[in-house]
């Protein structure tokens, strides 16, 4: 937890902001700095919380990763008394986000509690009818940077606030930067994300949203950021790494936009930017095969000012399935992709998925083929999961093909079967071939 005062001038109320993300990363006081999940800011509540604090309020932030657990959370709780508590919460927290809410709830009966984030601008309705309508007051629905602070100016003159609000899209050159230090950012600095990676290391957003259509990810994104995709100026964003350097002597950079290198034109200017700004930090980020393939040129200016590693979602060997989950690229754009990386000294955290819905075993042989001729340096493989919001999940749901009780989101390497009618022995067997570097025929021999 990290106390902020921001001064008096929005008068005394106090608010608490709380990061509810330990579906994945779990609760754990005394978290090793190695330990990522529970380390990597949440950068959307960072986002909202330097806009409290520039609007003067009075500000704390909760991060419940770094707890011994709830009954911690509702100690905390007692202690802060706070006016406003504002929970930010994706998917695989909405139980945790309920849990945090009766807390508050019952701590502090007479705080507000706004809610946003990802799964409640997906559905709003499952928070402001939570327990009756009485849990939430207010459900913000996409963008909170603008509207939170309007939420806190309207509660301090009394008026009435709609049970469900939507977000007014901020101009990002706008703006206060995130404000890193409501969460213990030592764990940030310090987490390796790829092996050999230089420390230490910062995390950063260009834009928003993404412009493609890929059916595992829509429209669940543009209903949080509609369109279009927006990315700050290029010297905004190598303002921030000038003051991060000064600040943290950072020796490593990544950009967890969707795709970095959307815009052409950006990524130029930004290169050239950041080679006279003498930043000398390594990059990661993450890109699409067909990107590289169509900007080569592009690939190796970036390599020139310091890129090593790109993150790029291959997703399947089967042109079929690629078509299918409308990812818009081809498999020969993967392996052209990986050839283009390494020809600059590019390195690749390849991520794919086994299981897509309606995927054959030839299919599931086709991936693995695939990735064998890539040879990511860091592969990612995924089980796929249908993930609610999402085109692809209202086909398999229409397809009668989830695995209730099945559909937990965790990070790669958890491996659970999700949908019927998918081989997973075979795809156990495929992780086997893939982890051990052994031949196909090894494979048929273990599914038989």
């Known amino acids: 937890m990290r106390q902020r005062g921001a001064g008096g001038g929005a008068g005394a109320m106090k608010i608490c902001l709380v990061y509810v993300a330990v579906g994945v990363a779990g609760f754990n006081k005394n978290r090793p700095l190695g330990d990522l999940e529970g380390g990597w800011i949440g950068h959307g509540i960072a986002s909202i919380g330097a806009c409290v604090k520039h609007a003067g309020y009075d500000l704390t932030l909760i991060d419940m990763r ?3 657990g709830p009954e911690e959370f509702e100690e905390l709780v007692s202690s802060l008394h706070c006016d406003v508590y504002g929970l930010s919460t ?3 927290d909405y139980k945790n986000s309920i849990m945090a809410a009766k807390v508050i709830r019952k701590t502090c009966p007479d705080a507000k509690i706004v809610v946003g984030g990802i799964h409640p601008t997906l559905f709003p309705e499952r928070y402001s009818e939570a327990k009756g309508g009485t849990l939430f007051d207010v459900v913000v629905v996409g963008e909170g940077e603008i509207t939170f602070i309007d939420i806190l100016n309207d509660m301090t003159k009394g008026k009435k606030i709609p049970k469900i609000v939507y977000g007014i899209k901020p101009d990002l050159d706008r703006i206060p930067v995130v404000d890193r230090e ?3 950012y030592k764990f940030e600095l310090n987490g390796t994300f790829i092996p050999g990676q230089p420390l230490p290391s910062v995390t950063i957003l260009a834009g928003r949203g993404c412009p493609y259509k890929c059916l595992y ?3 669940a994104e543009n209903s949080v950021f509609g369109k279009p995709f927006r990315i700050r100026s290029a010297e905004k964003v190598i303002d921030e790494l000038l003051c991060l ?4 002597h950072h020796k ?30 390594s990059i990661i980020a993450c890109s699409r095969s067909d990107i590289i393939c169509k900007n080569e040129d592009m690939i190796k200016r970036l390599a020139e000012i310091g890129l090593k590693w790109f993150v790029i979602g291959f997703e399947s060997g089967s042109q079929r399935l690629l078509d299918m989950i409308k990812k818009g690229i081809t498999v020969e754009q993967n392996i052209r992709a990986a050839e283009i990386c390494r020809k600059y000294g590019i390195k690749i955290i390849g991520t794919y998925m086994y299981g897509l819905p309606t995927e054959t075993p030839e299919e ?6 695939m990735i064998k001729t890539i040879k990511p340096d860091q592969p990612m493989p995924f089980w796929f999961v249908p993930i609610e919001g999402t085109e692809i999940y ?12 099945n559909q937990t989101v965790e990070r790669t390497g958890k491996y659970i079967p999700r949908l019927k009618g998918i081989d997973y022995e075979l795809l156990s067997g495929i992780l086997y071939v893939e982890a051990h570097n052994v031949e196909l025929d090894e494979l048929v021999v273990m599914t038989k």
């Open 66 to 68: 770094q707890l011994s």
């Open 90 to 92: 994706a998917p695989i």
């Open 182 to 184: 409501l969460f213990d």
């Open 217 to 219: 990810c829509q429209p």
């Open 245 to 248: 350097k000064e600040k943290y």
């Open 252 to 281: 490593n950079i990544i950009f967890w936009d969707d795709t970095f290198t959307f815009d052409r034109k950006w990524v130029m200017k930004f290169c050239d930017l950041y080679e006279n700004a003498g930043i000398g930090s």
């Open 364 to 369: 599931s042989i086709e991936t693995l083929e």
């Open 394 to 405: 209202s086909m398999c749901k229409d397809m009668n093909i989830i695995i209730e009780g």
